[in-house]
């Protein structure tokens, strides 16, 4: 079956450092990739996906590129700021005979970032 | 954004009681319905599949009986564990989706404990 498989946390960061969470999957198909982010209280909010290999989603200056060869889905900023602190979803979705996308997440990895 | 509710946020219950947990689309109307399980440090599970006016698809493994799924409006979905035991406790998660932009939004989650 599916997987997502992303790095175990928590990761914590001193502000303006650079941050990577890696994430890899495993699919039959071809996949559509997604970050989630979820501050504490909130639900999960989409924040950014790509669609096919070589894409690259981007918002809020948080980057990742859809790798078909390492079938990774990397998620990078350049300088975290205090408000990034939250739990990171990577997920993927495939194609359903059902007309909507499941979505499988992986476990989640929570970012800290310190002043 | 779009926005969905859940309440309670949290909820304490007595083995063997059942307890109720809603889901709703503030400002769009939802055909289908998500609701997933996290355990500690797991990745989010899909339970089932709530489609309004009709019966929910459950994933494998999740019991029917156990957890109701009633989704009886365009906004509101609700899931029901009956005879809980502490083994069901975890944080449950509902997303809708919005059929308009094809995109799930996701609720801020209900945490039970039962003791």
């Known amino acids: 079956g599916n997987s997502v498989t992303q790095m175990e946390g928590p990761v914590t960061l001193s502000e303006e450092a650079f941050l990577t969470i890696n994430c890899t999957y495993t699919?039959?198909?071809?996949?559509?990739l997604f970050w989630y982010v979820q501050y504490p209280g909130e639900g999960l909010q989409l924040l950014l996906k790509?669609?096919?290999?070589?894409d690259k989603g981007s918002n809020k200056g948080f980057e990742a590129t859809y790798r078909k060869e390492t079938t990774s889905f990397h998620l990078e900023k350049g300088s975290v700021q205090v408000s990034d602190s939250a739990v990171y979803f990577c997920?993927?979705?495939?194609?359903?005979?059902?007309?909507?996308?499941?979505?499988?997440f992986g476990t989640g990895t929570k970012l800290q970032v310190i002043p | 954004g779009a926005v969905v509710s859940q309440h309670p946020s949290w909820v304490i219950c007595k083995s063997g009681t059942s307890v109720k947990i809603e889901c709703r689309s503030l400002?769009?109307?939802?055909?289908?319905m998500f609701w997933y399980r996290q355990f500690p440090k797991q990745s989010l599970m899909l339970m089932a599949t709530?489609?309004?006016?009709?019966?929910?698809?459950?994933e494998q493994g999740v019991e029917k009986d156990k957890f109701l799924i009633n989704h009886a409006s365009l906004t509101l979905s609700t899931l029901t564990v009956t005879s809980a035991h502490p083994e069901d406790s975890s944080f449950y998660i509902c997303?809708?989706?919005?059929?308009?932009?094809?995109?799930?939004?996701f609720g801020p989650g209900t945490r039970l404990t039962v003791l």
């Open positions: 997303s809708a989706r919005d059929s308009r932009t094809d995109t799930q939004y």
């Open positions: 699919a039959t198909g071809y996949p559509s």
């Open positions: 790509a669609t096919k290999a070589d």
């Open positions: 997920a993927l979705t495939m194609p359903y005979s059902g007309g909507y996308q499941k979505v499988t």
């Open positions: 400002d769009f109307q939802a055909t289908t």
């Open positions: 709530s489609n309004e006016g009709s019966k929910a698809t459950y």
